[in-house]
């Protein structure tokens, strides 16, 4: 191409069978797409195997070199989410399945205070040992959870009443209660 310039190739998505192509091609896409705005920044990569999102697909601030956001795609499904705020720093940095939070859950303040590190089981439940801060770094969890039921640990003051409600603390105690006995579960001796 004359200056330089690489040839622009036009991706679309079939609506048949949700591959991308090359416009006007039968094959699916293999390769990287990559958009720049006028004065020649990146403004976003993403990479394609056999017509699906497959590697890192990245979004940058308008400098065209801080990213914005990172994906992470296996084979159509996005499988990790990071964030960036526009210093550089790093805002979240999440696993994902099916397009929702599954795994390692983190969040940091702009400050790169770490805000929130948790695991999350099936509908986005809390699992393992969360812990949560506020902006000023005050803590407001560092509990136990167990597929979204609180076990043990510290809590704000605020959700005590939502603990109490869903069973989970003593209201007479404020302890944990006992787990909920599952379907055919032999009632425990007292």
């Not at 795609?73 to 805002?91: L, P, S």
């Not at 407001?140 to 989970?168: H, Q, T």
Request: proline share 5%.
């Amino acid at each position: 191409e004359p200056g330089g310039f690489p040839k622009r190739y036009d991706v679309e998505v079939s609506e048949s069978d949700g591959l991308t192509r090359l416009k006007g091609e039968t094959e699916p896409f293999s390769g990287q797409v990559v958009m720049r705005n006028k004065e020649w920044k990146m403004g976003y990569l993403a990479t394609y195997l056999e017509g699906k999102q497959h590697g890192p697909e990245i979004r940058f601030y308008p400098d065209g070199v801080t990213m914005k956001t990172w994906f992470d795609w296996v084979d159509g499904e996005k499988v990790r989410h990071r964030d960036f705020y526009e210093t550089g720093q790093i805002q979240r940095d999440a696993m994902m399945k099916d397009g929702i939070a599954y795994g390692r859950h983190r969040r940091w303040g702009e400050n790169g205070l770490l805000r929130f590190d948790g695991n999350f089981t099936d509908n986005i439940q809390w699992h393992g040992h969360i812990r949560d801060r506020d902006a000023d770094g005050n803590v407001l969890w560092d509990a136990i959870f167990e597929n979204g039921r609180y076990i043990s640990g510290v809590y704000p003051k605020s959700e005590e009443e939502n603990l109490i409600k869903g069973g989970m603390l003593d209201p007479d105690t404020l302890q944990p209660t006992a787990k909920p006995k599952k379907a055919n579960q032999e009632p425990r001796n007292k």
